[in-house]
């Protein structure tokens, strides 16, 4: 079972949305899952150095009142998820395009889920500028990735048109939000639904690969 997890690194519910996914996971241990995670800009328009945090809350919230009880909700189910989120320490709001493209380089390795974990600790835990290379480079280091071939590229535009072009595919696919869980290229879980709500996909979609298996079996 391929899963395609489209997301942005500074989508809170898609932190949430991965602890949740993750447990549903480790109650199917027999399961065979490959994850693949693919980009979304949740602000594509974003100034290449980012924005100052309070500057971005004031322009998307309109008042400090209104931005506070989004925050405590998100607060409160995170605490839930045992993510204990820092809003506090974010100083910027970064373009996330880097990001992506840090995520897109790791997956050759086998270490996306390993660099999308680092940079939602750093972001939502920590505080830190996801949209500064050093930062970027610090988490490449951390799992295992090559920092110098990371800085090189980092320095370069490579690929950044891929990212802009695939966030423009999947809103015109209708994603118009994350995070956005697509399976075998079939079946979507939009949003960060409970774990049961996956539980309930992987064995709809292992009752259907059956299903198949029997029908070809039955053809031959």
């Known amino acids: ?36 995670w ?11 150095d980012g924005m100052d945090r309070d500057e971005y809350v004031s322009l998307k919230f309109g ?15 995170g605490d839930s998820e045992d993510i204990p989120f820092a809003f506090d320490l974010v100083q910027r709001t970064p373009n996330t395009i880097d990001s992506h493209r840090l995520i897109g380089w790791a997956e050759n390795a086998g270490l996306q889920d390993a660099v999308v974990e680092k940079l939602f600790q750093r972001y939502f835990l920590e505080g830190a500028d996801i949209g500064d290379p050093e ?3 610090e988490v490449a280091e951390e799992v295992g990735m090559n920092t110098d071939i990371v800085s090189d590229l980092l320095e370069g535009d490579v690929e950044r048109d891929k990212i802009a072009e695939e966030n423009k595919r999947y809103q015109e696919m209708g994603v118009t939000g994350v995070p956005c869980f697509i399976i075998d290229k079939k079946y979507v879980v939009m949003g960060a639904q409970e774990p049961e709500t996956f539980l309930q996909m992987f064995d709809s979609v292992e009752a259907k690969q059956d299903e198949e298996e029997n029908a070809e079996d039955n053809d031959d």
């Open 38 to 48: 693919r980009p979304y800009q949740l602000n594509p328009e974003m100034p290449r």
């Open 63 to 77: 008042n400090e009142d209104s931005a506070r009880e989004v925050y405590e909700s998100i607060q409160i189910v």
């Open 1 to 36: 079972m391929h899963i395609d997890i489209i997301s942005d690194t500074v989508c809170p519910w898609c932190y949430i949305g991965k602890r949740r996914f993750e447990r549903a996971v480790a109650e199917r241990p027999d399961l065979e899952i490959t994850l693949s």
């Open 135 to 137: 930062v970027l480079i």
